[in-house]
């Protein structure tokens, strides 16, 4: 704030000087400060405001300049075309486009002199506004003072014109302001439309104009049918390599890559050079589509036109060899990329080290990981964890383990992922003590065990019927106060059935549901096929309806369990109810097992007279496989 002590002795001169190096340095408290204190002093005249007016505009605060105006008005002041004129861009910059258009009536009546940049920023606001008529109506005005409109202003308004989608006043708009354009610059405006139509995605009447474009000059101006639309074509409309730019973009947005390649060809044999963002969207898109060697071409070309390969292009190039699983291709790819100062997307890394171990294919996995760090690029942990996790579904355990000491002695700490992700294909090889001691490891190391964690522990556990630990773990989970999962109930009331222990299995499924932990069809099956296990057959009828009711279903193979467990305990008519829906649905396929399973129970049910009719009605109508068959009447098949 400015110091008020001597006021007495400051003049306005001093203070007029002051409130300008206020306004122009930024500060519009001080500014305002020094206004007031000329205002009390009865010092402001018509420059003063007009300086604060103006400052306040470039401030964004506005509606205070138009107050000031206001202001000067009703002292009868006469405004400034300057103070007028900030204001139209004031209010233009806000949006506020009614605003600027009174302000552009106030300029006009006043006298003063509009020029092209002024019309130019009403014309522009309000084609951001899609008010098109108006614009059109401002823009003839503009032409009737005598300002002639440059090409930005043109590329503007045609800009605005297509994005409404009305490309039937493109063409007579170009035709009638041509006269304003110099010799060659008319494509600038064609461009303008060509980036039109491909945003609202009228991909292929771009390419025809551009088609349109090239034949201009052999017969003078024209109307062409473009798609939907009729466009005049001037003959001085010769595409430029932004026209090929804009077009190839599109195609490549919509697929059509053969055209693409083909307009591709045609801009480099008329001497243009492209831009690399069109290069990249097409290697991109082509190795999207697995035309990796096609790719490859076009990354040549642009180089042999002298353009330098973004980080971008060499990475749209290394996923196309990532998938198709070419570590030596990659390799190649990665030593250029080092070379030129480019990093790859690890993320593309990591697929290609997780396919290759799908694949069976470990040993190149581990080589490309070797190979990255000796280029000098460090793989990090979710590339390794990739790697590990692909070895765990092999069932290569050990050379994950192994894969995970060399990492935890090299290059990082293996985070809770990658313990997880040992601990789960211990889990899967069922050997509880080494996925017991990577759980321990990863405590020694300060990781807290997630969610993950303990469901994958307490899964191990119950598999290896050690229930009483898998609780202990279930209540360490809950001390954490990390809350257990469907998951983490359905292994646990898994191994308590396994163990014969139905009475806790149920007691914990109730205590599941009263946790608001709603069972899906995985803990249904469990349920119920465990409580079939543990002989507990009518209670597993009891959920396994429940489970029907709910909309879940129960797997082929645990349904023909639980239906010859009620076959020989007695249920032939549930029994006999549930597997002609089995064969009526036809699940079961050439699966031995499960066509196995349907024959026991064909054969006790055979053996009923409460069902044997039924069941000689399915063979009748053909609805069993041929496989199965009643026993004759020797008891034989």
């Avoid at 300029?107 to 899609?130: A, N, R, T, W």
């Avoid at 973009?249 to 697929?255: A, F, I, N, Q």
């Avoid at 059509?256 to 591709?264: E, R, V």
């Avoid at 036809?586 to 007279?609: F, M, P, Q």
Wanted: proline share 2%; hydrophobic share 40%; with cysteine.
């Amino acid at each position: 704030m400015v110091a008020r002590c001597g006021q007495d002795s400051v003049d306005k001169y001093t203070l007029t000087s002051l409130l300008r190096c206020y306004c122009n340095a930024g500060r519009p408290d001080d500014a305002d400060d020094v206004f007031q204190r000329m205002s009390e002093r009865g010092w402001v005249d018509e420059h003063v405001l007009t300086t604060l007016a103006v400052a306040f505009s470039k401030w964004g605060k506005v509606d205070g300049a138009f107050e000031l105006l206001g202001r000067m008005e009703a002292l009868g002041m006469r405004l400034s075309e300057k103070t007028v004129s900030v204001l139209v861009h004031g209010f233009t910059k806000q949006g506020r486009i009614d605003k600027a258009m009174d302000m552009f009536a106030k300029m006009v009546s006043y006298g003063f002199v509009v020029d092209l940049p002024m019309y130019s920023v009403l014309i522009e606001g309000l084609c951001q506004h899609k008010d098109i008529a108006k614009a059109m109506e401002l823009f003839e005005k503009l032409k009737g003072s005598g300002v002639a409109p440059d090409v930005r202003l043109l590329k503007k308004v045609i800009e605005a014109i297509c994005r409404e989608g009305d490309f039937a006043i493109v063409g007579p708009f170009i035709k009638e302001n041509a006269e304003f354009l110099k010799s060659g610059s008319v494509v600038l405006l064609y461009n303008v439309v060509l980036e039109g139509l491909v945003y609202r995605d009228e991909v292929e009447a771009a390419y025809e104009l551009l088609c349109s474009m090239l034949s201009s000059g052999h017969g003078g101006n024209s109307d062409v049918a473009i798609g939907a639309h009729i466009l005049h074509i001037i003959e001085d409309a010769k595409p430029n390599s932004d026209s090929f730019n804009i077009v190839v973009c599109g195609l490549c947005k919509v697929k059509k890559l053969d055209l693409a390649l083909t307009l591709t060809k045609d801009m480099i044999s008329l001497g243009f050079k492209g831009k690399i963002l069109m290069f990249n969207d097409l290697i991109h898109e082509l190795c999207n589509v697995d035309r990796l060697d096609e790719g490859y071409v076009i990354f040549n070309q642009m180089k042999d036109l002298g353009l330098v390969p973004s980080e971008f292009t060499y990475n749209s190039l290394f996923y196309g060899i990532c998938r198709k699983k070419d570590p030596k291709a990659a390799l190649d790819l990665l030593r250029e990329m080092r070379t030129n100062g480019h990093s790859p997307w690890i993320k593309n890394c990591t697929e290609m080290v997780q396919q290759l171990c799908f694949s069976g294919r470990i040993t190149e996995a581990l080589q490309f990981l070797d190979g990255m760090l000796q280029i000098g690029f460090l793989p990090d942990i979710v590339t390794y964890s990739a790697a590990m996790n692909g070895m765990c579904k092999t069932g290569e355990v050990n050379n994950a383990l192994g894969l995970f000491r060399d990492i935890s002695c090299k290059h990082y700490l293996p985070d809770v992922v990658a313990h997880n992700i040992l601990i789960n294909g211990f889990r899967k090889s069922s050997k509880l003590d080494e996925a017991q001691k990577i759980m321990e490891e990863m405590l020694e190391k300060g990781l807290f065990p997630s969610i993950v964690t303990y469901n994958l522990m307490i899964d191990v556990c119950c598999k290896a019927g050690r229930i009483e630990k898998a609780i202990a773990y279930l209540d360490k989970m809950v001390h954490e106060e990390k809350q257990p999962t469907v998951i983490t109930y359905t292994s646990l009331i898994g191994g308590f059935c396994s163990a014969g222990r139905a009475d806790e299995a149920i007691k914990l499924w109730c205590e599941m549901r009263e946790k608001g932990c709603a069972p899906n069809n995985i803990a249904y099956t469990a349920f119920v096929s465990g409580l079939c296990k543990c002989g507990r057959i009518e209670t597993a009828v009891a959920y396994f309806e429940e489970m029907v009711a709910k909309g879940f279903e129960l797997d082929t193979f645990s349904l023909l369990y639980l239906i010859n467990l009620l076959i020989s305990n007695g249920h032939s008519t549930k029994g006999c109810e549930l597997l002609k829906e089995v064969l009526r649905k036809d699940t079961y396929g050439n699966n031995l097992k499960l066509v196995g399973l349907i024959n026991t129970a064909i054969v006790e049910l055979s053996k009923d007279e409460r069902t044997s009719s039924d069941i000689l009605k399915f063979v009748e109508k053909g609805l069993v496989s041929s496989s199965q068959s009643l026993p004759n009447k020797d008891g034989g098949e």
